[in-house]
Structure formats: C-alpha cells, structure tokens
C-alpha cells in the first residue's frame, strides 16, 4: 500500500488531522479527536493500525506532546501520529487505553515523567518514581535540585487505590472527575513477590492477590531498578549515549546498541561498510544464543529442575568467551559504535564459531533430553498462561513471546537491517500460545541463530570496522525511530532532535514492558506455580522494564 | 556373623557390677541418648556432604574440594558456623510456637532413627508393634512444619505450611498402605522380625509383583514425605523462597535442616528393611557356599550399604525433576497411588492366603 492512500484515508476519516511530516508519515491530532480517531484507525480495513509500537511523551517547550507510533501487523505501514497540550498546569490527554492495551503502562510511564493525566484510564498511580516524588523529571523545566526530592529515609507506603479521571461530555462542557479505583481490598489475601525473589530475575515486584494457592490479580510495581536513563541521554552526547544501552537488557547488549547505532547513522546519513554489518550481525545472533541459552536454564530452575541452570550456562559460557576475546567484554561489551565497532574482530572468532556451531546441537538434544521430554516438565508448561493473538497484538508483545502467539512479528524479516536480507533463516512461530509454546519459540531460535551464523562467518567481507565521522557528531533536526530484534522482542529507539549534540529526546522502546503487563491476565485462575512459569516463560528482564 | 548384642551385654554387665542397682538403668539410658545423638548428628552430617557431592556430579562440578581430603570436613565447618550464628529475634511472631516448632521437627525425627534396626543386635526401640511406632513417631514432624508456618507471622511460611500439610497428610497414606502391604506379608510389626525373616530371600524378591509395586510407591510417597525434589514445593525456593522455614536463623533452622536429612536416612532405612532385608546380607535358598560368603560381609555394612543406594536414587530425583505444581502433586496421589496402592494391598492378601509367594 501507497503512503499516500493512507495519508488520504486517515484525513478523509479526521478532517482537522495536520500533516507534519511524509516521512514517515506523521500527523498532529487536536487531543479531544483522540477517543474517536484511535478506534478508526484500528478498526479501518485499509489502516489496520493494531499495533502500538511506541509511545513517547515529549516535552516541546509550549506543549506537552505525546508520540503514538502505529503499525498494521496485516499490511506492515507505519504511521506516527502526535498530540498535545499547552496546558502546563493541568495536562490532560485522552487514554488510548481502550483501543491499544499496551497504553496502559505506557501512559503511565507519561504521567510519571511528563505529569500528563490521561482522562480515563483506570489507573494513574506513578509507574516508577515513587508516589511522594516532586516533578515531573522529563519535563524541561523539571527541578533537579537534590533539595526537592531529598533521598528518602522511610520506606514508601503501599497505596492501595489508583486515582481515575472520567470524562463527563454534556454538549460543549466537558467535566472531569476523579474517582478512585481500588487496587487491593483490606480483606485481601496480599503477597509480594518481590522485589527480593529467587523468580523476578531482578528487582521486580508483583503484589499478588492470593485465594489460598489460586492468583486473583497481580498488580506490577516497577522502577526498583530505574535509573533515568532517558533523562540522562538528554544531557549526554551522542557518542556518550551509547554506553547506557548495553544496560537497559544487559543480555541484549549488542541488540540494543545495534539499534541506537543505526537510529544515529541513519539521522547522519552514513553508510557502515558491509564488514561492520557482517559483525554486527553476527554479534546479534551470538547474543541471541547467549540470552536464550540463559533463559533455558533460569526458567528451568524456576520450575525446580535446577541441575539443568548449570548445563545452560556451561554452555553460554564458550559465547561469553568469544565476545571477550572479541569485544573486551563479557557482558556489557560496548562494541558497536557510531559508524561501525570499536575494534576488529579477533582472528580466532571465525574458528571459534565453527565449533561452538557444531557442539551446540548435540547439546540441545540433551536439553530436550533432561528436560523439555520430561513428563512433570510438560504438564507444568502446556496449556499455562494462554496469551491469544489478539492479546499478543493489542499488549504488544513482541519476540519470541509474540511469536509463540502466532503473530509473526520477527523485525529481522519484516524490516531487514544488518546482513538478515542475505542470509536463509526461518522465523519460529508457533500458535499454541502457552508457556510451552513460548519455551519451544525459543529453543527453536536457538537453531535459527546457529543457521545464520554458519552462512556468515565464513563470508565476513574484508573492509573497514569503522567510518570517519566527524569529532562532534549533531543530528540534524527532526524525528527517527529505529528498531531491532532483541532476544526478547522489538527493541526500539526513537530520537527527536533540534541540531545540537545532545539528543532533545531518547526514547527506547523496551520489549520487557508489554511483557510484563501481561502477567496479569495470564496468570489470573492459575496457581502460584503458574505465575512463576509464566514469569519464567516471557523471559523479561528488569533493567529493560525500569531503563 | 558379627552379632552387635555381644557388645551390648558386656557394656551392660560391666555397668551392673560397677555401679548399684537403681544406678544402672539411667546410666544405659544416658550411653544409649548419647550414642544415638552423636550417631545422628554424624549420620546428618556425611549425609549432607553425599548429597553435595552427589549434587555436584549431576552438574558438572566437582562440589565441596578445599575444607580436608575430597572435602570432607566441609559439613563440620559448616555446622560450626551454624551453631556459632545468631538466633535472630523477629517482631510479631508467637515466640513461644515459633521456638518449639524445630525441637518437634528434630524429636519427631529423632524418635523414628532410634526405631531403626542398624544392624544384627544394634536395635534401640524393638517392640512388638514397633512399625505402627516408627509411623506414629514420624507423622509427628509434620505438626512441627505448621507450626513453624503458622507462628512466623509470614505470608511465604504460611503457604508453604499449608502446602507441607496438605502433602505430608496425602502421602502419609501411602507410606502407611505400602507398609501395610509388607506387613500382611510377613505377618509381623516388629522390625527384628521382619529383618529376621528375610534370612531366605529379601521380601522384594519373594513377594515378587504386589512387593515391587509397594516398594515403588514407597519411594516416591517417601520422596514426598520428605519434602525433597521433585517434591519440595513447601520450601520450594523459586515460589516462596523457603516456605515454612524462612523466618529461621542459626541453629534453629539448623534443626529443620538436620531433619530434612534425617527423614531422608530414616525413609531409606525403612525401606530397606521392609523390602531389601535391613542388615540381612543377600541369601540365595540352596547356595550355600554363596550365602556364607555373604555372610562373611559384616551386618552394618549391609545396612548402609543399601540405605546409601537408597538415598543416592532419592537425591536423582531431585536433581534430575522438575517440581510439581501443588495440584499435580495431590492429584498423584488421590487419583493414582491411593488406588493402586489399595489393589496392590488386595494382591498382596491374594498372594499371601494361597501361598503364591516364594
């Protein structure tokens, strides 16, 4: 499909739609169009738009703005569609909640950082900075004086109730409530899972409703672990950015950063050589093993099979080697950089490769062996946490998670970056849907990865690992957005810059926060053993919710 | 062979030609506390060094290797730092629940070794319904587990209590029938006896079908007893951290940890005995020269030796399973051991009236 046809049906169906940009496409919407127009561009049969991608609150100064960038899943378009208020005091936006159901989260995170209210969303409680925390940190003309939030001393109190304000409409006057939903009665059975738990992977924290041993609800609680990354980008330059994405999924590293790269090269304009891209590639896919590897054997653990965790990371092992002969490091590699890597490869990789590509697949049938074969391992993963594609699509959950849902949302097929348009591999989809289905995605991929390693290294062109760029390196002025395949779904980074060396906004689009707030429907009926697997099975990592 | 009592009626003469009359009854009482004490804690002690060990091979690792030879005086070092730690003091719990919970746990456990006959003449408690008290004694644990659950004041204990009573009650049932099924066959409850009259052949081997089926069941129900892998979910560390015994420290969780590793020896003891022969060396009916030969292996070795065997095949399971979701675990046992543990008790009744048996 034309962008031009859909530039033409999205103003046919809101005529006061301003266009800003082509390309990508990019309209500005007046807020109270909002509640109409998201539903239609949704449900629209030429649009199609099911697909929240990313969602960024932007402050521009006169205006608090908000960025909803959509994708159709059916026809592959992208569009970016923008609103805003220029009421400082009292920001209101409409909620998307109801069209998109990964706004949820996402206005949230809004709110918090931008102190924007979204009229009626169910829960505008702060998603992670603390409920007493003063200012809005993203905003420009945000405080960061240490004397206004002073490092607190007191635990922070649990606060039960969520504020909701609905929108009352009688003819021209609009009146907005506010209500209070409760999270947790007083009578509730309530444990926390978290934010200290073998089963989180980190410092994440699930209040969980209990009825003896059956999950009512959870309700998520984040930012244990935040660091404002977003913020900090904001006076960092371009160069110095790069290091804090190998922190946000740290066992993306190079995933993540391979995004921010092609995000600023693309802004630049500048072409990496094919060598860079061979490299980049082929790190990316060594990642891939590496986190799935280590998925295998915490997911495992998490259902009590704990001999497994040592084969898994026996095996990781030989990976986190290569990068370090190659990279320097072992974890957080800080390898990619603008226009290319920070060194060559090392000569011994290529043989390295070659026979962890050959041991690898002996090994996994000994995993299936010990494990996946296992009758106790079977009934605790099929049929458990049910994610339907329609759920997948709605919240957003990509990667081998969405994949295992049905919806085939690999970016390495559908967007091609690096060398993936050259090399033969297949994406893993499956459409069961449970913990089984999203386990097997994954060690499936494993085999894929292998596969596009094989045709890679011994075609890795000779050239140079690194492009000149200037010593200060300014984006000109305007908006990009660029995505990867992480190991756990689309990562994404969208940039909005005004000419400076400093990003005016970074936003990463983080694949563990859809994931995370589906851990509520699915876990709900099933058993606190359920809420683990299913934890263990979308495989998120805290660091990349919190950012 | 080597008979143990030889040993015992010298200490006791001695005693009664040293000491006056009314003095020599406490006196055995004390040596026969003491020995079994010094016994337990070092039985708890190599066995916790065998399951690391045991651990570490399944892994891929070489397991404790610095503190002595191979590590063995790993486990010692450890129960010092154990016993050297603090007992911390947690707000809000019922004290008086909360402190009494670990000695039921170690009584309980305590109770059921010294049923244990280890080997020829080296039984404590041997009395004619000396089976209905090595159950009796060892159901008892399980009220210390809901105590400690109950009165921690814990969310995490309370589940995993919950879940520990729900289990340990199920699998009690099965425990009880499968030694049932053994005591119909050898038409006795005192555990000398039973050892005794394997002389001719171990019960698994002359029992034949109904025995395997039991013994069977009596590992996994006895796994379950014991709250080890793939049936630990009341401590289950990737849940609930570590259920009931969470809010412990120091000794006192010491004391759940020592009885974990107790009632594991005390399962496989039993289950040697009722279905291997306890101490009873491997006798062939008609090969004499054979069974002599055997006999020549001392007593005790057998004992241990078979237990060892025993406890290697429990700590497979769990380094091997995956953990069962509660429900799982109820349903195993209601809708599938329970049944066919009450059919196999038939059979066995079958087998014993029309002598089918060898």
Known sequence: MEKKSIKEIVLELEPEAEVRSEQPFTVWVPPYRIPLLAPRLRDDEALAFDFLVCMTGVDEGETLDVVYLLRSTRHGHEMVLRTGTSDRENPELPSVVEVWATANLNEREVYDFLGIRFINHPDMRRLFLRNDWVGYPLRKDYNADPAVNPVPLESEETVDVAPMYEAHVEGDNVDIEEKENVVFGDEEYVVNIGPQHPATHGVLRFRVQLDGEIVRKVD??????????????ESLTYPQTLALTDRLDYLSAHQNRHALCMCIEEALGLEVSDRVKYIRTIMDELTRIASHLLFWSTFCMDLGALTAFFYGFRDREKILDMFEESCGGRLIMNYNTIGGVMQDISPNLAHRIKTFVKYLPPMLKEYHDVFTGNIIARQRMQGIGVLDYDAAVSNGVT?????????????????????????????VIRHDGDVWGRYMVRMDEILQSLRILEQLVDNIPQGEWQAKTKPVIKLPEG???RSVEASRGEFGVYIESRGEKYPYRMKFRSPGLPLISVVDPLARGGKIADLIAVGGSLDYVVPDIDR | MFDFSVVTEWVDEGLRSWLPEGWVLPVEFFLIGLCLLVAYAIIALVLILYERKVCAAFQCRLGPNRVGPWG?????ADMLKMLTKELIKINHVDRFLFNLAPFIV???SVLAFGCIPFAKGLEIIDFNVGVFFLLAVSSIGIVGVLLAGWSSNNKYSLIGAMRSGAQMISYELSIGLTILTMVVFSGSMQLSTIVESQAEGWFIFRAHVPAVIAFVIYLIAGTAETNRGPFDLPEADSELTA????EYSGMHFGFFYL????NMFVVASVAATLFLGGWMPLHIP?????????DWIPSIFWFIGKVAVLIFVIMWFKWTFPRLRIDQLLRLEWKYLLPINLLNLLLMVVVVVFGLHF
């Not at chain 1, 998670?401 to 033969?424: F, N, T």
């Not at chain 2, 008609?286 to 055997?294: H, I, K, L, P, Y």
Request: proline share 3%; with cysteine; glycine share 12%.
């Open chain 2, 243 to 246: 259920g009931y015994h969470t």
């Open chain 2, 286 to 294: 008609g090969w004499d020269a054979f069974n002599a030969a055997m």
């Open chain 2, 259 to 262: 009885a974990e590793y107790l």
């Open chain 1, 399 to 427: 990667g081998p998670s969405g994949r295992a849902s049905g919806w085939s949302c690999d970016v390495r097929k559908k967007h091609p970056y690096g060398v993936y348009d050259r090399v033969e591999f297949d994406e």
């Open chain 1, 220 to 233: 998520v609680n984040c930012g244990y672990i935040h660091r404002g990354i977003e913020k900090m980008t």
């Open chain 2, 106 to 108: 170690i009584i309980s």
């Open chain 2, 72 to 76: 063995v005086t790993q486990s010692v």
């Open chain 1, 479 to 481: 908006s990009w957005y």
